[in-house]
């Protein structure tokens, strides 16, 4: 952490920062360098006997639920998140987060933790609605120390705090060792051990990037602790994540579109130049309101569900009034694949001067005629 006091106008040492106050002022000035397109803000959570409480939010402590959904996966409900622009703003709510946080003495510390610790900062840019937005986050996890309590004497609620924090770091351990095995040999990862596996999942075993720094004594009487340290660091090393950008689902579903009406144009293209019919004017896929052209194959299912595509799924949702044109095209391109390669067979029949039509196989149930992207 480093000094907690400390502004822009009275900056502490260089050699005295903490980790987290460089990576703040690394932050800091790359947004500055993007002028407003970056909006920063900050979350402070700890885990205290298996309860998670808001560091920042105003009044008593009180437990907050930790939920999962299947598109944020673990997450903290009802949890407080203040933006902030400056060194100084960030610092203060560091500070604020750190003296509501629970600490008390033993016979080794006097100001030792009692809970684990997680700030996260949240990273999204301004973009224009029509662009795709970017988003991420940067976690900074404090873990509180294993205990024994035989040398730190707790006892009564130190106790309690103790055997918490010690159940919670083997959960960590136990799923950190399944971590670093070999993909193809792995068994079900215990996230729901712990809340504080649980709120780790994602640095643990997700898409990012994850540093962590084990803290060891080089006294000869905490020996034993050292070397459990030094193993516990050397497996989570063998531990391998793929870093990748996450797309949220609607921009991924728009790239979707987009990437299959363009490979009915060209397929489209295609046909036209093999039952020698004149070219189209190509449509642009940003235009929004496009008109929707009728004499679709009746009974076609395709992708989005029996009765075609008669409704976007983003319409009706807030800031997205223009995208369901997409979906005009996408019904204009399926409605003429289909025309030239049913009509198309008429058409050649006419042409090579045939008794009668050439009948076209009939698609497999369930698949789509159209091409390959839309089954």
């Known amino acids: 952490m480093g000094p907690l006091t400390q502004s822009e106008s009275r900056p502490a040492a260089p050699g005295l920062l903490g980790l987290m106050q460089r990576s703040f002022a690394c932050l800091l000035e790359q947004s500055r360098s993007r002028g407003s397109d970056l909006a920063l803000s900050a979350s402070y959570l700890e885990i205290y006997n298996e309860q998670v409480r808001d560091l920042l939010s105003p009044g008593p402590p009180c437990a907050l639920p930790l939920r999962w959904s299947k598109t944020c996966g673990f997450y903290v409900e009802n949890q407080l998140s203040v933006d902030f622009d400056s060194l100084e703003a960030i610092a203060d709510l560091l500070l604020q987060g750190s003296q509501r946080r629970r600490t008390s003495a033993h016979a080794l510390n006097r100001h030792s933790s009692r809970s684990h610790a997680l700030l996260t900062i949240h990273i999204r840019s301004r973009a224009p609605s029509a662009c795709p937005s970017k988003q991420g986050t940067l976690c900074f996890v404090d873990l509180a120390g294993s205990e024994r309590v035989k040398e730190t004497g707790s006892t009564g609620e130190l106790s309690v705090e103790a055997n918490n924090i010690n159940r919670s770091l083997l959960a960590l351990g136990h799923c950190i060792s ?198």
């Open 178 to 375: 399944l971590l670093a095995k070999p993909r193809g040999k792995r068994m079900h990862i215990p996230y729901r051990d712990s809340k504080l596996t649980r709120l780790l999942a994602r640095s643990l075993g997700g898409s990012g990037i994850t540093l962590m720094v084990a803290c060891i004594s080089p006294s000869s009487r905490c020996l034993s602790e050292t070397l459990s340290t030094l193993h516990y660091a050397s497996r989570a090393r063998r531990v391998t994540t793929r870093p990748l950008a996450n797309r949220v689902s609607r921009e991924k579903l728009l790239q979707t579109l987009e990437e299959e009406i363009h490979a009915l144009q060209l397929e489209n293209l295609s046909l036209r130049q093999q039952l020698c019919l004149p070219r189209v004017p190509t449509r642009s896929m940003e235009v929004p309101g496009t008109p929707t052209r009728t004499g679709a194959r009746p009974g076609w299912g395709g992708r989005y569900g029996p009765a075609g595509l008669h409704r976007s799924p983003l319409e009706g949702q807030e800031g997205a009034p223009a995208w369901p044109s997409l979906y005009g095209l996408l019904r204009d391109f399926v409605v003429e694949n289909e025309q030239l390669r049913y009509g198309g067979g008429m058409h050649r029949t006419h042409k090579q001067g045939l008794k009668g039509p050439v009948r076209q196989p009939e698609p497999p149930a369930g698949q789509h005629p159209v091409s390959a992207s839309l089954s």
